[in-house]
């Protein structure tokens, strides 16, 4: 059983910053990348970051790569996601995912398997 669980959403300002996290059991398998989406109602999940868990590799979405910052420390397992000059367009549930037996991050949610279920992040004033 692959479990991945998010945390960390909430109702933030324009400006804010917050920090999701993302717990998962991925080190069932050999390797793997673990990435951060989001999506919003009636569109598509949106690649943001993803982390190539063998190597630290990181790869981001091009417009939000001086916002967002995807880290681990290890020896743990989870997985930040740090976002900052937060603005209503951020406003989503932002899901991590799994993609097993993966070297290399890419931004295409169909190459990832295993899902959690989604935190909430409201940006208003």
């Known amino acids: 059983q692959v479990q991945v669980v998010e945390s960390g959403g909430g109702s933030v300002q324009p400006g804010d910053s917050l920090r999701l996290s993302c717990s998962h059991s991925?080190?069932?398998?050999?390797?793997?990348?673990v990435g951060w989406f989001r999506r919003t109602p009636g569109r598509e999940r949106e690649f943001l970051a993803g982390i190539n868990w063998s190597n630290n590799n990181t790869g981001y979405a091009g417009t939000v790569n001086g916002r967002f910052t995807i880290s681990r420390v290890l020896p743990a397992t989870t997985v930040y996601l740090d976002m900052s000059r937060l603005s209503p367009k951020d406003t989503a549930v932002y899901y991590c995912?799994?993609?097993?037996?993966?070297?290399?991050?890419?931004?295409?949610?169909?190459?990832?398997?295993?899902w959690g279920q989604g935190t909430q992040v409201t940006v208003s004033s």
């Open positions: 991925g080190r069932t398998f050999s390797r793997y990348v």
């Open positions: 995912a799994i993609g097993s037996n993966r070297d290399v991050v890419r931004s295409n949610p169909a190459e990832y398997d295993y």
